[in-house]
């Protein structure tokens, strides 16, 4: 399964930039009202019509592949505001009723500048990191930018002063052109002790939400490859030696459906500051857990630890189950602040 959110539109760029195709790169900059995608979103165009990514609910996705189409075709970028704050949007306009205003930038690639934009786009996202990125959205001259994340930089353009590094996110004047501020968040990274039944329809979740997922057990035999087809990392390992490997996850799952094992990965997690820490089965299994911890470690998870994990959405069985913890998780990751 392909991934979706802004993971999927970076993988696909990266694909159609290895196949050596046209594509354009587009990015909502900033927004205003209600609109169906907020600043920091991203969608690829190809120069087939292809795409990848949504920016809206459909009713702006005409007008969008032609301003990526302008761009493609001019070789350089462009800028569009979609506006549905008045009243003239529901009889002449879009007919969405958004009552809402974003501006979209499309860049083409192949050209040299944006192509270091990419570069620090993809790495970023391999890395977990978030991207900071400061855009000119003035209407004569689009597409200036520049963007970090950990220490790496890319710039397009000269117009972007240095100083726009510490302004707070929104639309700013630069010398008397507006100017974006925004943040291109890394995708959530997710990692499951146990690969039991629960874990493929969590990864197929984890994945159309764009999620970054790893799964680990001790047990080689939950880890087929087909079975955990849309996990990004299989670990056969304990609890201990996966969390030691790689980015630190944003989120832990502790589901091995053992209760020893859960232990062993409760002890590890409480050493660690993972801000979410997940673990199934019922509450009088927890408590029984709980108490077999050490007064420091349950201090430790206290605060982080969410059991019985999931919303109580109702229903039974596997499915039912990832679904409810893919709620919570949604809900922590984008929670504000």
């Not at 070789?75 to 306009?93: P, Y």
Request: glycine share 10%; with cysteine.
């Amino acid at each position: 399964m392909s991934a979706g959110g802004n993971r999927g539109v970076l993988e696909r760029a990266r694909a159609l930039r290895h196949e050596g195709r046209h594509f354009a790169l587009a990015l909502v900059t900033d927004s205003e009202g209600s609109t169906y995608r907020k600043p920091g979103a991203l969608a690829v165009v190809a120069e087939d019509g292809q795409r990848q990514g949504t920016l809206s609910g459909g009713c702006l996705e005409p007008a969008l592949e032609q301003l990526a189409q302008r761009a493609m075709a001019s070789g350089r970028a462009e800028a569009a505001v979609f506006d549905t704050l008045g009243d003239d949007d529901l009889l002449f306009g879009s007919g969405s009723g958004c009552r809402g205003r974003m501006r979209v930038l499309a860049w083409p690639v192949p050209a040299d500048a944006p192509q270091a934009l990419l570069d620090l786009l993809l790495a970023a996202q391999a890395a977990g990191h978030d991207v900071e990125l400061a855009v000119s959205v003035d209407a004569a001259r689009p597409g200036d930018a520049w963007a970090w994340s950990d220490g790496q930089h890319a710039r397009l353009g000269t117009s972007i002063p240095d100083a726009a590094a510490s302004w707070p996110h929104g639309l700013h004047e630069n010398a008397g052109h507006p100017l974006a501020r925004l943040r291109i968040r890394a995708a959530p990274r997710l990692m499951l002790i146990g690969g039991g039944p629960e874990a493929p329809p969590l990864l197929r979740l984890a994945a159309t939400l764009g999620w970054a997922a790893t799964v680990a057990d001790h047990r080689e035999g939950l880890l087929d490859p087909q079975r955990l087809a849309d996990a990004d990392r299989r670990l056969h390992a304990r609890a201990a030696a996966a969390l030691a490997e790689g980015p630190a996850p944003d989120a832990v799952l502790v589901m091995t459906h053992q209760a020893s094992a859960d232990l062993e990965a409760l002890r590890a997690l409480a050493t660690m500051p993972v801000p979410y820490v997940g673990l199934l089965g019922p509450p009088a299994r927890r408590d029984e857990l709980l108490a077999l911890l050490e007064p420091a470690g349950r201090d430790a998870l206290r605060a982080r630890l969410r059991a019985p994990v999931g919303l109580p959405l109702g229903g039974e069985g596997p499915e039912a189950i990832a679904l409810a913890i893919a709620a919570d998780l949604q809900r922590f990751f984008h929670a504000p602040g």
